[in-house]
């Protein structure tokens, strides 16, 4: 809990209005494919069965803690969800746990989808 109390503590206004904490729309599409990222869809799986990203790492938010050894500490991690609610909880979640490259992606899972129709795919 140290661990956690320290991460909710360094969380002032001058850390979140830095944006040092979050990605928008437009760095995921800076960065994927970029094999150092990996987004990871903390969301439930009946969500993923009616809209998935083949490009991220499906690890729903209760199973976190039992498949942590899966989500490599030497990457870059992107957490989501359908609401940002699960992916800020996730962020913080791996934050405590030692991981050093982390942003909540600050999209909901209907903005990536909509980033995927075919004029901002062709932007990508």
Sequence with gaps: MKAFDSLLKDMDFKF???GEHSMSIEGMRK???NDHFVFLDVRT???VKYLSFPFAVHIPMNELPDRLDEVPKDKFIIP????VFRGALAYIYLKANGYKEVKGLTASSEDMATAF???PLAKM
């Design 80 to 83: 989501f969800c359908s609401s």
């Design 31 to 33: 960065v994927l494919g």
């Design 117 to 119: 129709k075919p004029g």
């Design 45 to 47: 799986d009946e969500e």
């Design 16 to 18: 979140l209005s830095s």
